[in-house]
């Protein structure tokens, strides 16, 4: 089955500051890379997704990138405020086909904590 | 606000006792899925429901079901408890039945607690 792995598990930025969380995983036929922002007391929350016939996409701070390649997708935040300070997951989702194949797995997620 | 709906929002119950946990996905959403996240194994994939009928499943043990209901809400029971079920119970719902299109939305979560 398919493995995310995700590093850092934690990471300190000053205000102003960029922050990068990379994911790797293990299945070539994943092509679906969600990434998720759980606040204490929360559900996760989608922030921004990529399928896997882009290789970049830009939401205002926030991008993802996907190599596919390397098998690895990563998280950019620029210009971090405090409100950013939250437990951020990936995820991949292989292609549909029945079975397990319809789920998520997702990384062990990284906290995030931006300091004022 | 994602629109899915969880409750109860915190249970605490006993070992050996048995629960339900009831989730109502987003209007129109026909697919619901449930995890569980606990410190040590994060947020692993329980069991997915498509308009009533199961269509994949995790890592869910015996002791737990699911069902899908005619009006789409779903129930998470779980039987039989025991200390390790301790965890945040999600439920997370999309419009179809997982296509790679597909984003799933997930609930504020259950806080499960058995003592």
């Known amino acids: 089955g398919e493995n995310v792995e995700q590093h850092p598990s934690t990471l300190s930025v000053q205000e102003g500051d960029s922050a990068v969380i990379k994911c790797t995983y293990s299945d070539s036929a994943s092509n679906y890379f969600p990434w998720y922002k759980q606040e204490l007391g929360k559900g996760p929350q989608l922030i921004i997704d990529?399928?896997?016939?882009?290789g970049e996409k830009k939401d205002q701070r926030i991008a993802v990138t996907l190599n596919k390649t390397a098998k690895h997708f990563s998280l950019h935040i620029t210009e971090t405020q405090p409100e950013d300070s939250a437990v951020y997951f990936c995820a991949a989702r292989n292609r549909g086909g029945g079975g397990s194949n319809y789920k998520l797995t997702f990384g062990k997620g990284t906290l995030l904590t931006v300091n004022p | 606000d994602s629109g899915v709906t969880q409750t109860p929002k915190h249970l605490i119950t006993a070992t050996g006792q048995r629960v339900t946990l009831r989730c109502s996905p987003r209007s129109g959403d026909l697919s619901v899925y449930w995890y569980q996240q606990s410190l040590d194994q994060g947020l692993q994939f329980l069991i997915q429901?498509?308009?009533?009928?199961?269509?994949a499943k995790g890592n869910i043990l015996e002791r737990f079901s699911a069902q899908q209901f005619p009006d789409l809400h779903s129930e998470l029971n779980l039987s039989s408890l025991e200390l390790g079920d301790s965890a945040l119970y999600f439920c997370a719902s999309s419009p179809r039945q997982g296509a790679s299109t597909d984003t799933q939305y997930f609930g504020p979560g259950t806080r499960l607690t058995v003592l």
């Open positions: 990529i399928r896997s016939n882009v």
């Open positions: 429901y498509y308009n009533g009928e199961e269509r």
